[in-house]
T-cell receptor, first 114, second 115 residues
């Protein structure tokens, strides 16, 4: 079946612009995660949803970052007033909710802020 | 919060040799330890995982060991092949609200297998 998909795959934004990154999880996966991966680093947790509920957003670096999953499937990560330090790959992952540890990652969106 | 250290950052081996990557974690409540492989420009993919009630797990050429007392776990790859070349990430996690696991990742090990 289809895996996790993300769009766009690449995004170039001028500093100060707003961006929206989309994630389509695997059908039926209840949990959805967003990560930020800087060059040469491991993924860093941003936020987590179970269905439409955002259960943990402790990793969001500032109030410029906002995520939503209004119908419990597709999710959008929005970054307002982008800054150069926001440049990174943004990964989305989905998993079954209860007890399952495996997360299935999307291909990521590479954001470059100029 | 959890802190995961991973070593080495780069590992270069000859085809057929074994490779070992080591990780330590800080939160004794962590109970699920996945390992991900990420090829250049591609998404991370789970290759093996271990839960805290098990000390060792093996899947063909890869194995993972866990020492809960010392809070460290290791990935072992035997008979390495050029296609094993990638960045490997360890992670430590514990159950979060809702039943899922939120992993803390190490910084990654770039494994290079020379033919």
């Amino acid at each position: 079946g289809a895996g996790v998909s993300q769009s766009p795959r690449y995004k170039v934004a001028k500093r100060g612009q707003d961006v929206a990154l989309r994630c389509d999880p695997i059908s039926g996966h209840v949990s959805l995660f967003w990560y930020q991966q800087a060059l040469g680093q491991g993924p860093e947790f941003l936020t987590y949803f179970q269905n439409e509920a955002q259960l943990d957003k402790s990793g969001l670096p500032s109030d410029r970052f906002f995520a939503e999953r209004p119908e419990g499937s597709v999710s959008t990560l929005k970054i307002q007033r982008t800054q150069q330090e926001d440049s990174a790959v943004y990964l989305c992952a989905s998993s079954l909710a209860s007890g399952g540890g495996e997360q299935y990652f999307g291909p990521g969106t590479r954001l470059t802020v100029t | 919060g959890e802190n995961v250290e991973q070593h080495p950052s780069t590992l270069s081996v000859q085809e057929g040799d074994s490779a070992v990557i080591k990780c330590t974690y800080s939160d004794s409540a962590s109970n699920y330890f996945p390992w991900y492989k990420q090829e250049l420009g591609k998404r991370p993919q789970l290759i093996i995982d271990i839960r805290s009630n098990v000390g060792e797990k093996k899947d063909q050429r890869i194995a993972v060991t866990l020492n809960k007392t010392a809070k460290h776990f290791s990935l072992h790859i035997t008979e390495t092949q050029p296609e094993d070349s990638a960045v490997y990430f360890c992670a430590a996690s514990k159950g979060a609200s809702g039943g899922s696991y939120i992993p803390t990742f190490g910084r990654g090990t770039s494994l290079i297998v020379h033919p």
